[in-house]
């Protein structure tokens, strides 16, 4: 039963990036599951009720899904965004394949990084950046779904601080 709901959640967001990209989203996404893996050749069949297809074609693709990051730093004294900055750029000396974001919801900065899906994902990520920052948290919140829809959401830089404005209804 989880593997039905997992598959369907991988439709679902695959069905939203690909809309952008194809018309046929599900065909697409349901071809690309057809290709040999590069570390052993596995392959994945689908076999699809056509109903099945059409129903997601139909449907809408939300604009936010609910996730979790991992919060980094958090700060409101004065010197908060100073503190935030070279937290940021400590992490992508660190982990340089990884992004990081500063976010100044109103008195605070925090430093958060990571776009996960579900908490285990958030969970895996805390545990590698822990050592590096041990007053690290898991936080919930929503993601655009944008951000899941492949090297055209990718940040512009990884040099520049991206200051990120979030409303608490932003956050769940």
Do not use: H
Request: proline share 7%.
């Amino acid at each position: 039963m989880i593997r039905k709901i997992l598959l369907f959640c991988f439709l679902w967001i695959g069905l939203g990036s690909a809309v952008v990209r194809a018309q046929d989203p599900v065909g697409n996404y349901i071809s690309g599951l057809g290709m040999p893996d590069a570390a052993g050749g596995a392959r994945v069949s689908v076999q699809n009720d056509p109903s099945v297809s059409a129903a997601l074609k139909g449907a809408a693709v939300p604009a936010k899904v609910p996730g979790y990051r991992v919060c980094l730093f958090s700060d409101i004294s004065q010197s908060a965004r100073a503190s935030a900055t070279a937290t940021k750029a400590r992490f992508e000396e660190l982990f340089g394949g990884l992004s990081a974001a500063i976010v100044y919801n109103s008195p605070a900065f925090k430093v958060i990084v990571g776009d996960c899906l579900n908490l285990t994902e958030a969970t895996m990520l805390w545990g590698r950046v822990k050592e590096a920052f041990p007053q690290a948290t898991i936080v919930r919140e929503s993601i655009p779904v944008e951000t899941f829809a492949g090297p055209a959401s990718a940040p512009a830089s990884q040099n520049s601080t991206t200051l990120v404005p979030q409303s608490p209804e932003n956050l769940q």
